[in-house]
């Protein structure tokens, strides 16, 4: 399985981005989906996440009410939409899927099989 993401770059404090990432498995409907960053120096840390069926979400404590999560299976795409950047969401961020039957969503990266090769974001003032 390979994961294709686009979408990073540069934004001012304040403004937005959409990350996308697309898949290449054929039955991306059944894998739950999360997007994680890693900033310099730190550790790979889990951004959001989304169940199979998209119904429901989870969001870190630091992006919450600002980013958005969202899947469309058919076209075997994921998305992050980054609201009211701030500098400290500067990172490479990821994409990942995990096969799941559960109907769970997944917070650690070691519970994801595939991953994307990574997008820069940049927020500066």
């Known amino acids: 399985v390979q994961l294709q993401a686009s979408g990073g770059g540069w934004a001012q404090t304040g403004g937005s981005l959409r990350l996308s990432c697309v898949s290449s498995?054929?039955?991306?409907?059944?894998?739950?989906v999360g997007w994680f960053r890693q900033a310099p120096g730190k550790e790979r840390e889990v951004v959001a996440a989304?169940?199979?069926?998209?119904?429901?979400?989870y969001y870190a404590g630091s992006v919450k009410g600002r980013f958005t999560i969202s899947r469309d299976s058919a076209e075997k795409k994921m998305y992050l939409r980054m609201d009211n950047l701030k500098p400290e969401d500067t990172a490479i961020y990821y994409c990942?899927?995990?096969?799941?039957?559960?109907?769970?969503?997944?917070?650690?990266?070691?519970?994801?099989?595939?991953w994307g090769q990574g997008t820069q974001v940049t927020v500066s003032s």
């Open positions: 990942a899927t995990k096969r799941d039957c559960t109907g769970s969503y997944w917070l650690q990266a070691w519970d994801y099989t595939n």
């Open positions: 498995e054929r039955t991306f409907r059944n894998y739950a």
């Open positions: 989304i169940t199979v069926s998209g119904g429901d979400t």
